[in-house]
């Protein structure tokens, strides 16, 4: 057995210049940042949805759930079922569903109806970002693979800082309906840049749904997923409950809150960034850093909670964490083999298993009656649980390495 190597991506037929990838990588951010804006939005209209549709707000709350479940079993089944499929046709027609479930979703009637549709539109969430990182790495040039996927995941974090406070007012408005209508037409927008700005780019050569499965006996896979899952989490464990945590332990006022939640998207986009390009220079290096910092971070939000000037520079260090994204997402097209496009999308079911483990258990710490900065404690365990599986994979990646050799 040998180690894994890093694949050769298929590339358009014609060399990419600077403009190419300019354009290619902006229409692809456009797609991202229509699925960032109907992911998030609907957490600030709850009250709204609830009303409209007769039920309670944490009822209604399940209606985010039924989209993270679409993900995670989205992206796994659209990518095994599509292998064979032209890189940018794939992802014409992964936005066409979403423009259409966003659609579906402001005309549902009911609660039935409603989630249903919302488990629907979150189908194509997590295959659309594992393609288009694909295709950004396949464009770039030599040692900025990380770089373009940073520029891709950048459209998803921006969509927290313009996205959803658009839709969020015109869903405040005209009603949570118009929110959905709203981010549908970007996804049409997104269409038609992809099929504009995007080069043919056709699937790997012998691509199949079989081929595309063998990425589950690759056990670097799974490590580079179980990092995800489990280091991710502590961020996920914070954010959830920050709200409360920032009205009840600051002491900061409730119309503040746009104002932090801003800086969480701000952190957001500078971490993306910033980690793209560290991962561009050494990639597991950078997963490692990120996930210590991590750890760095959720332990000061603890004390910081208690003074709104700390805990908003808190919060504006949590979205710093999404740093590792770049990189993990280039890991798994490393350790992939040739089955790059499950790797690739099941990077996106990863994260929002760690959105719901790390919910979760700050749930539990909360309940336990551990108070909302318990939430920090829970963070830093799971932080270094990532930090224990990333040195697990390093190690039986050596031994990997020897018995190759």
Known sequence: MTAPQPLSFAHPSEPTDERTLVRAVLALGVGGFSIGTGEFVIMGLLPEV??????????????????????VVGAPVLAVACAHWGRRALLMALMVAYALGNFASALA???????????????????????AALVAAALAPPGRRARAVGWVML?????????????????????????????????VAAV?????????????????????LGALARKQVWFTLGIGAIGFGGMFAVF?????????????????????????????VAGNIVGSRMADKALMPTVGKVLLWSIVVLALF?????????????????GTLVAIGPALQIRLMDVAGDAQTLAAALNHSAFNAANALGAWLGGVGIAAGLGWTSTGWVGVLLGFGGV?????????????KRGAA
């Open 50 to 71: 609830a009303r409209d549709i007769g039920v309670s707000i944490p009822q209604a709350g399940h209606v985010i759930s039924a989209y993270a479940l679409g993900v």
């Open 109 to 131: 009637p009911g609660y039935a109806s409603l989630s249903a549709m919302r488990l629907l539109t979150g189908l194509p969430h997590g295959t659309y970002f594992g393609v």
């Open 155 to 187: 459209g998803l974090t921006t969509a927290t800082l313009v996205g959803v406070p658009i839709a969020a007012a015109l869903g405040e408005h005209f009603g949570w309906r118009a929110a959905f209508v709203f981010v549908g037409l970007i996804a």
């Open 192 to 212: 038609v840049m992809v099929r504009l700005w995007v080069p043919a780019m056709p699937a790997s050569h012998g691509a199949s749904p079989l081929r595309e």
């Open 240 to 268: 959830s409950y920050i709200k409360p945590t920032l009205i009840e332990v600051a002491g900061m006022p409730p119309a503040l809150m746009p104002f932090v939640l801003s800086l969480f998207g701000l952190g957001m």
């Open 302 to 318: 603890v004390p910081a909670a208690h003074h709104p000037v700390s805990a908003a520079f808190a919060t504006f260090l949590l």
């Open 388 to 400: 224990a599986m990333f040195a697990w994979a390093l190690v039986s990646e050596q031994n990997t």
